[in-house]
Protein backbone atom coordinates (compact mmCIF):
# COMPACT_ATOMS: atom_id res chain seq x y z
CA UNK A 1 0.00 0.00 0.00
CA UNK A 2 1.27 3.33 -0.96
CA UNK A 3 -0.10 6.77 0.36
CA UNK A 4 -1.53 9.17 -1.77
CA UNK A 5 1.49 11.77 -2.77
CA UNK A 6 -0.26 14.85 -1.69
CA UNK A 7 1.55 16.63 -4.79
CA UNK A 8 1.58 14.62 -8.46
CA UNK A 9 4.36 16.53 -10.21
CA UNK A 10 4.64 15.73 -14.17
CA UNK A 11 6.19 17.03 -17.07
CA UNK A 12 3.40 16.77 -19.79
CA UNK A 13 4.27 18.27 -23.83
CA UNK A 14 4.94 21.96 -23.32
CA UNK A 15 4.65 21.88 -19.75
CA UNK A 16 5.18 21.57 -15.97
CA UNK A 17 2.11 20.19 -14.42
CA UNK A 18 1.54 20.56 -10.49
CA UNK A 19 -1.72 19.07 -9.29
CA UNK A 20 -2.07 19.74 -5.57
CA UNK A 21 -3.71 16.10 -4.37
CA UNK A 22 -4.99 16.62 -0.82
CA UNK A 23 -8.87 17.08 -1.37
CA UNK A 24 -10.00 15.79 1.70
CA UNK A 25 -8.13 18.89 3.77
CA UNK A 26 -9.10 21.06 0.68
CA UNK A 27 -5.92 20.67 -0.21
CA UNK A 28 -4.37 22.93 2.49
CA UNK A 29 -0.55 23.30 2.32
CA UNK A 30 1.70 21.41 4.52
CA UNK A 31 5.27 21.37 4.71
CA UNK A 32 6.19 18.65 2.39
CA UNK A 33 3.31 20.19 -0.04
CA UNK A 34 5.67 23.18 0.45
CA UNK A 35 8.69 20.89 -0.66
CA UNK A 36 7.81 19.61 -3.12
CA UNK A 37 6.56 22.43 -5.19
CA UNK A 38 9.76 23.96 -4.29
CA UNK A 39 11.92 21.35 -5.69
CA UNK A 40 9.79 20.97 -8.72
CA UNK A 41 9.96 24.73 -9.21
CA UNK A 42 13.78 24.36 -9.44
CA UNK A 43 13.63 21.65 -11.92
CA UNK A 44 11.55 23.03 -14.46
CA UNK A 45 13.69 26.36 -14.09
CA UNK A 46 16.70 25.36 -16.69
CA UNK A 47 15.09 22.54 -18.20
CA UNK A 48 14.49 24.14 -21.53
CA UNK A 49 11.58 21.40 -22.28
CA UNK A 50 9.70 22.97 -19.89
CA UNK A 51 8.14 25.95 -21.39
CA UNK A 52 5.82 27.38 -18.65
CA UNK A 53 4.35 26.04 -14.95
CA UNK A 54 0.25 24.65 -14.44
CA UNK A 55 -0.67 24.13 -11.21
CA UNK A 56 -4.01 22.79 -10.45
CA UNK A 57 -5.96 20.99 -8.18
CA UNK A 58 -7.38 17.38 -7.58
CA UNK A 59 -11.36 17.45 -6.34
CA UNK A 60 -14.69 19.93 -7.28
CA UNK A 61 -14.32 21.97 -3.76
CA UNK A 62 -11.17 23.41 -3.09
CA UNK A 63 -7.94 24.25 -5.05
CA UNK A 64 -6.37 25.59 -1.45
CA UNK A 65 -7.83 26.18 1.27
CA UNK A 66 -4.81 27.75 2.95
CA UNK A 67 -1.97 25.96 5.15
CA UNK A 68 -2.46 23.15 7.50
CA UNK A 69 -2.74 25.22 10.24
CA UNK A 70 -4.49 23.04 13.15
CA UNK A 71 -0.74 21.65 12.90
CA UNK A 72 0.70 24.97 13.55
CA UNK A 73 -1.84 25.62 15.98
CA UNK A 74 -0.40 21.99 17.96
CA UNK A 75 3.23 22.67 17.40
CA UNK A 76 2.96 25.91 19.06
CA UNK A 77 0.92 24.59 21.90
CA UNK A 78 3.85 21.96 22.38
CA UNK A 79 6.18 24.65 22.60
CA UNK A 80 8.03 23.23 19.45
CA UNK A 81 8.43 26.72 17.08
CA UNK A 82 11.06 25.26 14.49
CA UNK A 83 8.34 23.53 12.31
CA UNK A 84 6.38 26.90 12.65
CA UNK A 85 9.07 28.68 12.06
CA UNK A 86 10.17 26.39 9.30
CA UNK A 87 6.48 26.03 7.39
CA UNK A 88 6.72 30.08 7.35
CA UNK A 89 9.58 30.34 5.93
CA UNK A 90 9.56 27.73 3.54
CA UNK A 91 6.12 29.05 2.45
CA UNK A 92 7.09 32.50 1.84
CA UNK A 93 10.33 31.61 -0.13
CA UNK A 94 7.96 29.62 -2.31
CA UNK A 95 6.22 32.64 -2.70
CA UNK A 96 8.73 34.72 -3.91
CA UNK A 97 10.12 31.98 -5.97
CA UNK A 98 6.80 32.04 -7.65
CA UNK A 99 7.01 36.16 -7.98
CA UNK A 100 10.13 35.87 -10.26
CA UNK A 101 10.19 32.83 -11.27
CA UNK A 102 11.53 33.14 -15.28
CA UNK A 103 9.05 31.27 -17.34
CA UNK A 104 5.44 31.57 -17.53
CA UNK A 105 3.40 30.28 -14.28
CA UNK A 106 -0.23 29.66 -15.03
CA UNK A 107 -2.94 28.41 -12.04
CA UNK A 108 -6.07 26.96 -12.74
CA UNK A 109 -8.42 27.76 -9.96
CA UNK A 110 -11.71 26.31 -9.69
CA UNK A 111 -13.02 25.90 -6.44
CA UNK A 112 -11.81 27.52 -2.97
CA UNK A 113 -8.65 29.65 -2.89
CA UNK A 114 -7.95 30.83 0.39
CA UNK A 115 -4.37 31.86 2.29
CA UNK A 116 -1.77 29.93 1.10
CA UNK A 117 -3.94 28.83 -1.73
CA UNK A 118 -3.71 32.54 -3.00
CA UNK A 119 0.09 32.93 -2.00
CA UNK A 120 0.96 29.41 -4.69
CA UNK A 121 -1.44 31.50 -7.34
CA UNK A 122 -1.63 35.09 -7.71
CA UNK A 123 2.04 36.04 -8.50
CA UNK A 124 2.00 34.01 -11.36
CA UNK A 125 1.43 35.44 -14.38
CA UNK A 126 -1.67 33.90 -15.43
CA UNK A 127 -4.74 33.12 -12.92
CA UNK A 128 -7.36 31.36 -14.45
CA UNK A 129 -10.59 31.43 -11.95
CA UNK A 130 -14.20 29.30 -12.98
CA UNK A 131 -16.95 30.71 -11.74
CA UNK A 132 -16.52 27.80 -8.86
CA UNK A 133 -13.67 30.36 -7.36
CA UNK A 134 -14.01 31.73 -4.52
CA UNK A 135 -11.19 33.57 -3.42
CA UNK A 136 -10.88 35.10 0.41
CA UNK A 137 -8.11 35.91 3.30
CA UNK A 138 -10.21 35.01 6.12
CA UNK A 139 -7.14 35.22 8.77
CA UNK A 140 -8.72 37.70 11.04
CA UNK A 141 -11.99 34.84 11.68
CA UNK A 142 -8.48 32.87 13.17
CA UNK A 143 -6.94 35.42 15.05
CA UNK A 144 -4.36 35.95 12.31
CA UNK A 145 -3.92 38.01 9.59
CA UNK A 146 -3.23 38.00 6.32
CA UNK A 147 0.27 36.86 5.00
CA UNK A 148 1.86 34.95 2.18
CA UNK A 149 2.64 38.65 0.84
CA UNK A 150 -1.53 40.10 1.69
CA UNK A 151 0.25 42.68 3.53
CA UNK A 152 1.69 43.38 -0.32
CA UNK A 153 -1.16 42.65 -2.94
CA UNK A 154 -4.52 43.67 -0.74
CA UNK A 155 -3.29 47.48 -0.73
CA UNK A 156 -2.74 47.31 -4.14
CA UNK A 157 -5.96 46.65 -4.85
CA UNK A 158 -8.34 49.05 -6.36
CA UNK A 159 -8.65 51.79 -3.80
CA UNK A 160 -9.23 50.42 -0.39
CA UNK A 161 -11.10 46.92 -1.37
CA UNK A 162 -8.17 44.87 -0.33
CA UNK A 163 -8.18 46.98 3.08
CA UNK A 164 -12.05 45.45 2.67
CA UNK A 165 -11.18 42.03 2.08
CA UNK A 166 -8.78 41.33 4.50
CA UNK A 167 -10.31 42.74 7.75
CA UNK A 168 -13.60 41.22 7.13
CA UNK A 169 -12.47 38.07 5.01
CA UNK A 170 -15.29 38.75 2.42
CA UNK A 171 -15.61 36.61 -0.52
CA UNK A 172 -15.10 37.27 -3.70
CA UNK A 173 -16.72 34.41 -6.50
CA UNK A 174 -15.96 33.78 -9.77
CA UNK A 175 -15.18 36.71 -12.44
CA UNK A 176 -15.66 39.53 -9.47
CA UNK A 177 -11.87 37.61 -8.99
CA UNK A 178 -11.06 39.42 -12.67
CA UNK A 179 -12.41 42.37 -11.12
CA UNK A 180 -10.57 42.33 -7.63
CA UNK A 181 -7.28 41.58 -9.24
CA UNK A 182 -6.78 37.55 -7.64
CA UNK A 183 -6.87 36.30 -11.10
CA UNK A 184 -6.40 37.52 -15.00
CA UNK A 185 -9.02 35.75 -16.99
CA UNK A 186 -12.33 33.38 -16.19
CA UNK A 187 -12.93 30.30 -17.56
CA UNK A 188 -16.07 28.19 -16.86
CA UNK A 189 -15.34 25.02 -15.35
CA UNK A 190 -16.96 22.97 -18.21
CA UNK A 191 -13.75 24.36 -20.34
CA UNK A 192 -11.48 23.90 -17.52
CA UNK A 193 -10.09 20.72 -18.55
CA UNK A 194 -10.18 21.65 -22.05
CA UNK A 195 -7.84 24.39 -21.34
CA UNK A 196 -5.35 22.41 -18.90
CA UNK A 197 -5.04 19.96 -21.88
CA UNK A 198 -4.33 22.62 -24.42
CA UNK A 199 -1.82 24.32 -22.28
CA UNK A 200 0.43 21.14 -22.90
CA UNK A 201 -0.15 20.97 -26.61
CA UNK A 202 0.00 24.79 -27.28
CA UNK A 203 1.29 26.92 -24.10
CA UNK A 204 0.03 29.34 -22.71
CA UNK A 205 -1.35 30.37 -26.28
CA UNK A 206 -4.20 28.28 -25.49
CA UNK A 207 -4.97 30.22 -22.43
CA UNK A 208 -6.65 33.40 -24.86
CA UNK A 209 -8.86 30.64 -26.27
CA UNK A 210 -10.65 29.58 -23.34
CA UNK A 211 -11.04 33.24 -21.76
CA UNK A 212 -14.74 34.16 -21.99
CA UNK A 213 -16.36 38.03 -21.70
CA UNK A 214 -16.12 39.24 -18.48
CA UNK A 215 -19.90 39.70 -16.61
CA UNK A 216 -20.23 42.78 -14.77
CA UNK A 217 -18.68 43.37 -11.26
CA UNK A 218 -21.04 42.55 -8.47
CA UNK A 219 -19.13 45.03 -6.07
CA UNK A 220 -19.25 47.65 -8.45
CA UNK A 221 -22.28 49.14 -6.53
CA UNK A 222 -20.19 49.31 -3.49
CA UNK A 223 -17.05 50.23 -5.00
CA UNK A 224 -16.86 53.82 -3.89
CA UNK A 225 -18.46 53.30 -0.22
CA UNK A 226 -15.64 50.33 0.49
CA UNK A 227 -13.01 53.54 -0.71
CA UNK A 228 -14.78 55.94 1.77
CA UNK A 229 -15.07 53.82 4.75
CA UNK A 230 -11.93 51.75 4.63
CA UNK A 231 -10.06 54.47 4.03
CA UNK A 232 -10.24 55.26 8.46
CA UNK A 233 -7.42 55.53 10.27
CA UNK A 234 -8.83 53.09 12.92
CA UNK A 235 -10.84 49.86 12.99
CA UNK A 236 -13.65 51.77 15.52
CA UNK A 237 -13.57 54.44 12.97
CA UNK A 238 -14.40 52.28 10.19
CA UNK A 239 -17.17 50.60 12.27
CA UNK A 240 -17.95 54.89 12.92
CA UNK A 241 -18.34 55.14 9.37
CA UNK A 242 -20.23 52.00 9.01
CA UNK A 243 -23.00 52.76 11.22
CA UNK A 244 -23.82 55.77 9.69
CA UNK A 245 -24.67 54.16 6.51
CA UNK A 246 -27.98 52.35 6.61
CA UNK A 247 -27.59 49.70 3.82
CA UNK A 248 -27.99 46.08 4.10
CA UNK A 249 -24.43 46.08 2.86
CA UNK A 250 -22.71 47.99 5.58
CA UNK A 251 -25.10 45.89 8.43
CA UNK A 252 -23.95 42.91 7.12
CA UNK A 253 -19.80 44.09 6.93
CA UNK A 254 -20.84 44.93 10.33
CA UNK A 255 -22.01 41.70 11.61
CA UNK A 256 -18.78 40.65 9.91
CA UNK A 257 -16.37 42.94 11.74
CA UNK A 258 -17.88 42.12 14.70
CA UNK A 259 -16.99 38.44 14.54
CA UNK A 260 -13.61 38.40 13.90
CA UNK A 261 -10.72 38.79 16.58
CA UNK A 262 -11.05 42.41 17.81
CA UNK A 263 -7.11 42.27 18.17
CA UNK A 264 -7.25 40.66 14.80
CA UNK A 265 -8.34 43.72 12.91
CA UNK A 266 -6.25 45.83 14.92
CA UNK A 267 -2.79 44.24 13.78
CA UNK A 268 -4.32 43.52 10.41
CA UNK A 269 -5.16 47.18 9.67
CA UNK A 270 -1.72 48.53 10.78
CA UNK A 271 0.17 45.99 8.65
CA UNK A 272 -1.95 46.48 5.31
CA UNK A 273 -1.46 49.97 5.57
CA UNK A 274 2.50 49.93 6.26
CA UNK A 275 2.59 46.89 3.64
CA UNK A 276 1.67 49.76 0.84
CA UNK A 277 5.10 51.25 1.29
CA UNK A 278 7.17 47.91 0.83
CA UNK A 279 8.26 45.66 -1.35
CA UNK A 280 6.99 42.07 -1.62
CA UNK A 281 10.66 41.03 -0.40
CA UNK A 282 9.94 43.84 3.04
CA UNK A 283 6.02 42.34 3.00
CA UNK A 284 6.99 38.72 3.69
CA UNK A 285 10.10 40.00 6.15
CA UNK A 286 7.41 42.24 8.09
CA UNK A 287 4.61 39.03 7.78
CA UNK A 288 7.33 36.53 9.22
CA UNK A 289 8.05 38.66 12.61
CA UNK A 290 4.31 39.18 13.21
CA UNK A 291 3.58 35.47 12.74
CA UNK A 292 6.08 34.78 16.12
CA UNK A 293 4.21 37.43 18.10
CA UNK A 294 0.56 36.49 16.81
CA UNK A 295 0.92 32.19 16.93
CA UNK A 296 1.90 33.39 20.07
CA UNK A 297 -1.69 35.64 21.30
CA UNK A 298 -4.30 33.76 22.45
CA UNK A 299 -6.88 34.78 19.76
CA UNK A 300 -4.96 32.63 17.15
CA UNK A 301 -4.94 29.45 19.85
CA UNK A 302 -8.50 29.91 20.37
CA UNK A 303 -9.29 31.22 16.85
CA UNK A 304 -7.89 28.00 15.36
CA UNK A 305 -9.55 25.82 17.42
CA UNK A 306 -12.95 27.06 17.19
CA UNK A 307 -13.26 27.52 13.04
CA UNK A 308 -11.13 24.27 12.61
CA UNK A 309 -10.46 21.80 15.52
CA UNK A 310 -13.76 21.97 17.01
CA UNK A 311 -15.70 24.00 14.49
CA UNK A 312 -18.05 25.69 16.93
CA UNK A 313 -17.57 28.46 15.66
CA UNK A 314 -17.66 30.45 18.83
CA UNK A 315 -14.45 32.14 19.69
CA UNK A 316 -13.74 33.60 23.26
CA UNK A 317 -11.82 36.21 21.82
CA UNK A 318 -9.51 38.61 24.68
CA UNK A 319 -10.64 41.52 24.62
CA UNK A 320 -13.97 40.37 23.21
CA UNK A 321 -14.78 44.26 22.38
CA UNK A 322 -12.90 46.19 19.22
CA UNK A 323 -13.16 49.21 21.20
CA UNK A 324 -11.44 47.26 24.37
CA UNK A 325 -8.06 46.36 21.90
CA UNK A 326 -5.42 48.73 23.60
CA UNK A 327 -2.89 50.11 21.60
CA UNK A 328 -0.20 49.98 23.48
CA UNK A 329 -1.44 45.86 23.39
CA UNK A 330 -1.21 46.29 19.04
CA UNK A 331 1.83 48.08 19.39
CA UNK A 332 3.87 44.89 21.33
CA UNK A 333 2.84 42.74 18.33
CA UNK A 334 5.49 44.53 16.53
CA UNK A 335 8.23 45.38 19.06
C1 LIG B 1 -10.00 31.08 8.50
C2 LIG B 1 -8.78 30.73 7.95
C3 LIG B 1 -8.50 29.40 7.59
C4 LIG B 1 -9.48 28.42 7.81
C5 LIG B 1 -10.71 28.78 8.37
C6 LIG B 1 -10.95 30.10 8.71
C7 LIG B 1 -7.23 29.00 7.02
C8 LIG B 1 -7.05 27.61 6.73
C9 LIG B 1 -8.08 26.68 6.97
C10 LIG B 1 -7.97 25.26 6.71
C11 LIG B 1 -8.86 24.65 5.85
C12 LIG B 1 -8.79 23.27 5.60
C13 LIG B 1 -7.84 22.49 6.23
C14 LIG B 1 -6.94 23.10 7.11
C15 LIG B 1 -7.02 24.47 7.34
O1 LIG B 1 -9.26 27.12 7.51
O2 LIG B 1 -6.32 29.85 6.80
O3 LIG B 1 -6.02 22.34 7.72
O4 LIG B 1 -7.76 21.14 6.03
O5 LIG B 1 -5.87 27.21 6.23
O6 LIG B 1 -12.14 30.47 9.26
O7 LIG B 1 -7.84 31.68 7.75
Request: hydrophobic fraction near 45%; charged fraction near 20%; charge should be negative.
Amino acid sequence: MHAEPSVRTSHDGRVGRIKLNRPKALNALDLPMIRAITSALWAWRDDPHVHAVVIEAAGERAFCAGGDIRALRQHQLDGNRAPVDAFFTEEYALNRMIASYPKPYVALIDGICMGGGIGVSIYGDYRVASEHAMFAMPETAIGFFPDIGATFFLPRLPGDLGIYLGLTGARIHGADAVHAGFATQFTPRAEMHQLSAALAHDGIAALARHAVPLPAFTLQNQRATIDTIFAADSVPDILHRLEADTSDWAHKTIEALRTVSPSALAWTLRILRDGAHRTLEQCLDAEFALTHTTMRHNDFIEGVRAMVVDKDRTPRWQPARIEDVAQSDIETMFA
